[in-house]
């Protein structure tokens, strides 16, 4: 079994900066790229960003130039660092993990943390 535990999020003012965090419990995390969605009230859940085993990264283009990606192997977790936040990043943001092993998502999420960008 593995589960994800996510910290950060909150109030953020135009412009502002926050960091997320997920937390990876199991003994396959150097085997996972762990993806970043994110949900805004009545609209869909979009990936918004993906981070390899390997660290290389890949990100959406709506914040592309303004998130970074990053992972501790030896702490087992995932940051998605929010820069430049503009309000239309508002949104319950989620962990989740592929295998690299198996392609196939884990079926299980991180519990999501509130990221609301307002003045």
């Known amino acids: 079994q593995v589960r994800f535990v996510q910290s950060g999020g909150g109030l953020v003012q135009p412009g502002g900066s926050l960091t997320l965090s997920c937390e990876v419990f199991?003994?396959?995390?150097?085997?996972?790229?762990i993806d970043w969605y994110r949900q805004a009230p009545g609209k869909q859940r979009e990936l918004v960003a993906s981070?390899?085993?390997?660290?290389?990264?890949v990100y959406q283009d709506s914040v592309k130039g303004r998130f970074t990606l990053s992972r501790d192997h030896m702490k087992k977790t995932a940051y998605l660092q929010m820069n430049s936040l503009k309000p239309e990043d508002t949104a319950v943001y989620y962990c989740?993990?592929?295998?690299?092993?198996?392609?196939?998502?884990?079926?299980?999420w991180g519990q999501g943390t509130q990221v609301t960008v307002s003045s």
């Open positions: 981070i390899t085993p390997g660290s290389g990264t």
């Open positions: 989740n993990a592929r295998d690299i092993r198996t392609r196939i998502p884990l079926d299980s």
């Open positions: 199991g003994d396959i995390f150097s085997f996972l790229v």
